[in-house]
């Protein structure tokens, strides 16, 4: 499976991007799919999921309220809707999917890159002041 990132690039502080990712090759019923970044200097870190059924959604504390994380089955999309955007917010943002047969017991398992088995290849988003 490969996972096509777009949508970054340079936003002014309180602006909005919404990113998408594609996936072409077996992409049948991912177990989750979610969105991390990689800020200049740090380490990478989660942002957003959404389970199999996209009932549920998860976020990081530093992005609730403003950013949103979807997806289309039928497109084999994933997307991240970020609004309210702020400096601390420039990042390579990468999307990622796991495989079917993983189980997401508990909430945490979505903030771990060691459940997500397919990555894109990043996509940077730029906030200035």
């Known amino acids: 499976v490969q996972l096509q990132a777009s949508g970054g690039g340079l936003v002014q502080e309180g602006g909005s991007l919404r990113l998408s990712c594609t996936a072409s090759g077996r992409t049948n019923n991912r177990s989750a799919s979610g969105w991390f970044r990689q800020g200049p200097g740090k380490e990478r870190e989660f942002v957003a999921a959404?389970?199999?059924?996209?009932?549920?959604?998860y976020y990081a504390d530093s992005v609730k309220g403003r950013f949103t994380i979807s997806k289309d089955d039928a497109k084999n999309a994933l997307y991240l809707q970020m609004n309210a955007l702020n400096p601390e917010d420039t990042s390579v943002y990468f999307c990622?999917?796991?495989?079917?047969?993983?189980?997401?017991?508990?909430?945490?398992?979505?903030?771990?890159?060691?459940?997500?088995?397919?990555w894109g290849q990043g996509t940077q988003v730029t906030v200035s002041s």
């Open positions: 959404i389970s199999r059924t996209g009932i549920s959604t």
């Open positions: 990622a999917a796991a495989d079917a047969y993983k189980r997401f017991y508990r909430t945490e398992s979505y903030y771990k890159e060691a459940m997500y088995d397919d």
